[in-house]
């Protein structure tokens, strides 16, 4: 059977996912309404989070696609899926033409010797142009460096969303028939190995089982993979240890289904192997040469996990414990490669990821499983090489009303960003800059305020470079509540003028916790459970109409995004609540001592 592997590659919200729901709709592998984001996370923010494999049948051909993550803070999933596939379809909307995250996954492909199939999506956009975006993906091909091969690429135009493709602009809109074609045209067929040669699997991807424990899944470049054989996994240094395939797994839509034996070319999940990991090859001997390794990226930030210990611990978790929490990201570690864990002592847990969002994710995960933690403010991860202090560089692209330019420029230049480019396109114009990790965190939320939520800001990690000094970032400071208790409206109502509010009117509250901030940068210790003064006198204009501002609700990337050095996030299956480290005023004072 002719097998042919492709991964959808494009920057976030390009319609990767919609495109590949289509194909597997048409090619009647799911059914209507069935989509590759089967995550409850995925399915709400409407973000692909994990790479997905699934397959396809056309005329008699076995199509593997891999579905990659478009955000920059999953680009470690996107890298190691690249080595797997034989070629890729690189989505790119007909509206915003090629975007940062496009050029990160397209670099890597050329790098990799690929000849891309461009599908530009969206073709019914109205301010879509599909024209200018194939010439902004060509200038984009040619700037990194690609072969005249490569530039030779096919395209094809599509609307995702109604399922259909087309070799040209004015062809018939029918299906995506055109487009899978193109696919069995242009895409290597995966497998030229002899079928006598020893095995050979690579593990690009892991997956974990309650009954399986670990599981792996991998391409097979030479040889057949049997359920039950014994094998040999090797590490790309040559290091080599023994091991058995207890199940073996192939991919039909989005199911996998059990297999007896999968040859070269397919891609396959296997379970029996506990300590496998990604990069390592899987042979039937012991003589074979293992495949080069997969290199992971680095992660860009760090932050602490600790047990809850505020006030309120204990009233909403299930799971509360040091031990609970240790055994949780544990399991997080069998799948989520871009993670580290600096296990430490007195039960402080130091978590590093790719960004805020690779975090956040799995915090909302752990909330909604039950577990009730506290985080302490992230921090950049700093290297030194060769002497020199170093820290994670990125490139952000803006595309924003041509109104909101200033400020956005401003708030960035504040944060050490350096404007290297601006295009104007009619009313908006798309900004580039570069600069430090570090004055990116916090950013976002004032972006949003700063173009009234009609701005578009995207980055991807560009490299470490040298250390670029002290940056400005936090310009508010914390309005802190003095006492426990339930808080009232008009207490609220008199605190509103000093800042923004995090909480509403008859929730509970405690000493030390973060109710607000101060538009004026000071801390503030204020009490929220102040009520009104009452008498039985009645006088005319005594009275005042209270309106209250909607207060701004956190959320753990929010929360994540505006906590200071000195206090911690507190996330409980039901609450998200901002805390100092020290709770009294007196602890704190001691503390600056």
Not at 200 to 224: C, H, K, P, S, W
Not at 371 to 386: A, F, K, N
Request: charged content about 25%.
């Amino acid at each position: 059977m002719d097998i042919r592997n492709i991964a959808i590659i494009a920057h976030v919200d390009h319609g990767k996912t919609t495109l590949t729901d289509a194909i597997m709709r048409q090619c009647g592998a799911v059914a209507e309404g069935v989509s590759m984001d089967s995550n409850s996370l995925e399915q709400e923010r409407g973000i692909t989070i994990y790479a997905k494999n699934t397959s396809v049948m056309y005329k008699g051909t076995k199509i593997n696609i891999v579905d990659t993550p478009g955000h920059a803070d999953f680009g470690s999933e996107v890298e190691r899926v690249l080595r797997s596939i034989d070629d890729v379809l690189l989505i790119v909307d007909a509206q915003e033409g090629p975007m940062p995250q496009t050029r990160f996954v397209l670099k890597k492909s050329l790098e990799l010797g690929f000849k891309p199939i461009v599908v530009l999506n969206k073709i019914d956009k109205p301010a879509a142009d599909a024209r200018r975006a194939e010439e902004q993906v060509l200038e984009l091909f040619l700037e990194l460096g690609a072969t005249d091969e490569q530039c030779d690429f096919a395209v094809a135009y599509a609307i995702g969303r109604e399922g259909v493709a087309m070799r040209k602009l004015d062809d018939e809109r029918k299906d995506l028939t055109p487009l899978l074609d193109m696919i069995l045209e242009k895409v290597p067929v995966a497998s030229s190995a002899p079928a006598d040669a020893p095995l050979r699997l690579q593990a690009f991807n892991l997956g974990y089982d309650n009954f399986l424990g670990r599981m792996a899944v991998g391409r097979i470049y030479e040889g057949t993979i049997k359920q039950g054989a014994p094998v040999f996994v090797k590490k790309a240094t040559g290091e080599t240890r023994q091991g058995k395939v207890t199940a073996l797994f192939s991919f039909e839509g989005l199911q996998r289904v059990e297999a007896k034996e999968a040859s070269s070319g397919d891609i396959v999940m296997i379970a029996g192997l506990p300590d496998i990991d990604i990069g390592e090859t899987v042979t039937t001997s012991a003589e074979a040469e293992p495949l080069p390794g997969i290199a992971v990226d680095e992660p860009t930030i760090t932050l602490n996990f600790l047990v809850n210990n505020s006030p309120f611990a204990g009233k909403e978790g299930k799971f509360v414990t040091s031990r609970q929490i240790r055994e949780r990201l544990e399991r997080e570690l069998e799948v989520n490669v871009g993670l580290r864990v600096d296990w430490g002592d007195n039960d402080v847990y130091k978590v590093s990821g790719r960004g805020e969002l690779h975090v956040a994710i799995l915090l909302e995960n752990m909330r909604r499983e039950g577990y009730e933690l506290q985080v302490s403010q992230p921090q950049v991860i700093m290297h030194e090489e060769g002497g020199v202090k170093t820290e994670p560089f990125e490139e952000v692209v803006i595309d924003t009303p041509s109104e909101f330019q200033g400020p956005i420029i401003e708030k960035l230049g504040m944060r050490g960003f350096i404007m290297m480019n601006m295009i104007m396109h009619d009313a908006s114009v798309r900004l580039f800059f570069e600069g430090p990790t570090r004055g990116l965190l916090g950013y976002r939320s004032q972006f949003i305020i700063d173009t009234k939520g009609e701005g578009i800001m995207s980055s991807r990690v560009l490299g470490f470079r040298p250390y670029a000094g002290e940056i400005q970032k936090r310009v508010v400071g914390s309005m802190i509540s003095m006492m426990a208790g339930k808080v009232l409206g008009y207490a609220l109502w008199n605190l509103q003028d000093r800042g923004v509010l995090y909480i509403s009117p008859n929730v509970e509250v405690y000493e030390g916790q973060v109710i607000g901030n101060t538009s004026k940068g000071e801390e503030m210790t204020v009490n929220p459970t102040k009520g009104k003064q009452l008498t039985n006198m009645r006088a005319s204009g005594t009275d005042e109409a209270m309106t209250l501002v909607p207060p701004y609700t956190l959320t753990i990337e929010r929360g994540l995004e505006i906590m200071a050095e000195d206090e911690y996030l507190e996330i409980t299956p039901q609450s998200v609540r901002l805390r100092k480290q020290f709770l009294t005023e007196l602890d704190r004072t001691k503390s600056r001592r």
